[in-house]
């Protein structure tokens, strides 16, 4: 498992500061995304993840710093050039009713074709690839609004993935989702980094989760880094006692080897 | 896709040729074809009532229809919003108040300046909302606030100048706002067929920008789009369409907020097969509205605008109505 390092190369913040009016939300970052590899932001309510990651794919501008991708600044990206190396897919988004998925999964062709540009066969297999991937071939005709939330949610990063971006930043993709649901899109993540060699970064509130499946996790706090590695290095109790003021043990998975934590209980149980 | 136009083709012809054979001068079908194909056999009257007064009339009701469905399929993406019309960019409130003061405070001046008072009045008032909205970039949101706070303001006005007008300039302003194509002729379809060509042509070449920008403004961004251009651009779109219909048959509401949602039902919600049903399903009822209109208590003529409404507004509910069970 890499280190990250400034190497020029993906998708990196340099000195990064983001206020909304006079509220500082991320101030002073520094972050590399290791590249072919799953990062997992992490980090309580407030701790300025989603921000970092909407920084990261060009949607909010940072008030100082710059974000690096392959060593240039994005801010001088042309958008749908940003579209065609950098997939973002939000938190929750929403479908007019009666949208299917085909029709969802072409749009991410859109950084690929010019105005009044005709449908190519580039974007035809960019969409079925992106439906295979997925596994989202046999749902293909069925509205939006008709499928399971895990189903809508692999429909929505298969359009991300028609894209054909190497980096995909994924806003709380497991949110809202029941247990499968979340298993499927999880293994969904680790198959296209394993596969495919995508960089894939994805904002998790599972903690458990984030440290079975991600390759690197970046742990934050009030808008800055508080801990950065491995699922061994950043899930310590000492780090969770520090950024979420939970104290808890941590134990290794027997399935996995992957660090689990076990916050304790408040108060000493009654026996 | 194919058959809801061709469904939608025979749909038309009927219309068209009820509405060219029925009036106070009936022409039977017979009479009708040979009036059309420039037969010899036709009489002066029926070739009078079928080419100088039905037809153009008809043809305006199509045109104003299919610009007002486009203008509302557009306004619906744009805003995200599927409550909303062409009417929400102001351009029945500044059209409308271009009018009364035209009519009603400088009655001196001739009523044919009207059409263009009517655009300059729509297209200022759509200038005006989207200036307004403007904190570096707009959104969809402060559009719709603001378009409802000037388009009460302008309503004001409107009303203030017919509180105090001469009775019969109030009048006169009142029936060309009520919305009609009664006063068709040749003229007024050619010049709104070369204007609506264009915008019409454009909006659908770039309909994939519609399918994007009514994700909302992040998502479309991270696909790529240029938001506020894609925007701005929709806006001008949809105010020179919307505009230009006010402009020729006043205040004809339910079309652009009715037409589009048929449209989405018969073919989905992706634009380039919802915008030529849209339209087609605009015309269609236009037409159908404006045949009612000057049939059902003939010779008396209900203007179109109001057969519109009072079709319109039932069959919202019904639309509505009939949705009750679906997803949220």
């Not at chain 1, 429909?155 to 499968?180: G, K, R, S």
């Not at chain 2, 029936?175 to 010049?191: F, K, M, N, P, R």
Request: net charge positive.
């Amino acid at each position: 498992m890499q280190r990250p390092e400034h190497t020029g190369i993906g998708l990196s913040a340099q000195d990064v500061a983001i206020a909304y009016g006079r509220n500082p939300i991320v101030s002073g970052l520094d972050l590399a995304i290791p590249t072919g590899c799953f990062t997992a932001l992490i980090g309580p309510n407030g701790s300025g993840k989603s921000t970092i990651l909407r920084a990261l794919g060009g949607l909010t501008a940072p008030n100082t710093g710059t974000i690096l991708l392959d060593g240039h600044s994005i801010a001088r990206l042309p958008t749908k050039e940003m579209a065609r190396r950098v997939g973002l897919l939000a938190q929750g988004p929403a479908a007019p009713e009666g949208l299917t998925v085909t029709d969802l999964v072409r749009q991410g062709r859109y950084p690929h074709r010019p105005l009044f540009g005709r449908w190519s066969e580039q974007d035809a297999a960019a969409c079925e690839e992106a439906l295979a991937l997925t596994d989202m071939a046999g749902l293909r005709d069925r509205p939006l609004d008709s499928l399971s939330g895990g189903q809508r949610q692999r429909a929505w990063i298969a359009m991300t993935l028609a894209q054909q971006t190497a980096i995909l930043l994924l806003d709380e993709p497991t949110t809202f989702l029941d247990l499968a649901h979340q298993i499927e899109v999880m293994e969904l993540i680790t198959q296209l980094v394993a596969t495919r060699g995508k960089t894939i970064v994805a904002v998790l509130h599972d903690l458990n989760q984030a440290a079975r499946h991600a390759d690197h996790m970046v742990l934050l706090k009030a808008g800055r880094i508080e801990a950065s590695g491995t699922s061994a290095e950043v899930m310590t109790s000492a780090n969770i006692q520090q950024v979420f003021a939970v104290a808890s043990t941590i134990i290794l998975d027997p399935l996995t080897g992957t660090p689990l934590c076990l916050p304790l209980p408040r108060r000493p149980p009654q026996s | 896709m194919r058959r809801v136009i061709l469904l939608l083709m025979v749909l038309l012809m009927a219309l068209a040729t009820a509405s060219l054979s029925h009036g106070d001068y009936p022409v039977p079908w017979r009479e009708l074809v040979d009036v059309l194909m420039g037969r010899p056999g036709a009489s002066p009257q029926a070739q009078m009532a079928v080419l100088d007064l039905r037809l153009p009339r008809l043809l305006l009701a199509l045109l104003v229809g299919a610009a007002l469905a486009t203008a509302g399929a557009i306004v619906q993406a744009v805003m995200r919003n599927p409550l909303a019309e062409p009417g929400i960019l102001g351009i029945n409130a500044g059209a409308g108040l271009a009018a009364m003061v035209l009519l009603v405070a400088l009655s001196g001046l001739s009523p044919a300046w009207l059409p263009l008072a009517g655009f300059a009045g729509a297209a200022a008032m759509a200038g005006l909302i989207y200036a307004l909205a403007w904190r570096g970039g707009t959104s969809s949101l402060r559009i719709i606030l603001i378009g409802i706070g000037l388009g009460s303001v302008a309503g004001a006005g409107a009303t203030l100048l017919t509180a105090f007008g001469e009775i019969r300039d109030v009048q006169r302003a009142m029936i060309w706002l009520a919305g009609s194509v009664h006063h068709a002729d040749w003229q007024t379809v050619e010049t709104l067929a070369v204007w609506i060509a264009l915008p019409l042509a454009l909006t659908l070449a770039i309909a994939g920008e519609l399918d994007v920008i009514r994700f909302g403004d992040a998502p479309a961004r991270s696909l790529g789009q240029r938001v506020q251009l894609a925007r701005a651009l929709l806006i001008v779109l949809c105010t020179l369409l919307s505009g230009a219909a006010v402009a020729v048959a006043g205040l004809i509401g339910f079309i652009g907020l009715i037409a589009p949602h048929m449209a989405r039902r018969l073919v989905g919600p992706t634009h380039w097969r919802l915008l030529p049903v849209a339209a087609f399903t605009g015309a269609a009822l236009l037409a159908a509205a404006d045949l009612l209109g000057r049939t059902i208590i003939a010779p008396a003529q209900i203007p179109a605008g109001v057969v519109t409404a009072m079709i319109g507004a039932p069959f919202f509910a019904y639309l509505l109505w009939g949705r009750r069970h679906a997803a949220a």
